[in-house]
């Protein structure tokens, strides 16, 4: 299954909530008026593969944000105002092959917050804001 929500101005996911989707493998939140995701709003979702949530107006997420998304393969979060990711954030993503984290404002990323990603193929973090203290 399925869901494109794509420019709806979705403020929040409280509806995700109330209804369990466990054949729905495809979910497209972009151009939303998202600001808070919660790890709540994904419970009922246990075999998502592919999210996105790009272009929302999403200021911060925490370790458990997608926490129950063990199948997520393919996780799109680019063009956000996203200035860090939480050290444990990617822990239960495995699956995870795509990621796009792109026009974000990331200046640094904390070393290990990529260690659990053993199936990463493909990430984009281009047009962040990158701070370069090498010397």
């Not at 281009?126 to 203290?133: F, Y």
Request: proline content about 1%; some cysteine; hydrophobic content about 40%.
């Amino acid at each position: 299954e399925v869901i494109n929500l794509r420019h709806n101005q979705i403020k929040d996911l409280n509806f995700l909530t109330d209804v369990r989707l466990n054949n729905l493998k495809e979910l497209y939140l972009n151009h939303n008026k998202l600001k808070v995701i919660e790890s709540i709003h994904f419970r009922n979702v246990p075999n998502l593969k592919i999210l996105d949530i790009s272009s929302n107006d999403i200021i911060g997420l925490n370790d458990f944000t997608f926490h129950n998304l063990v199948n997520l393969e393919d996780f799109l979060k680019a063009n956000e105002k996203l200035t860090e990711i939480p050290n444990f954030f990617f822990k239960n993503l495995s699956s995870l092959n795509k990621l796009d984290l792109s026009y974000n404002s990331f200046k640094s990323l904390g070393s290990h917050v990529f260690d659990d990603l053993k199936n990463l193929t493909k990430i984009d973090l281009t047009k962040n804001k990158w701070r370069c203290d090498c010397t």
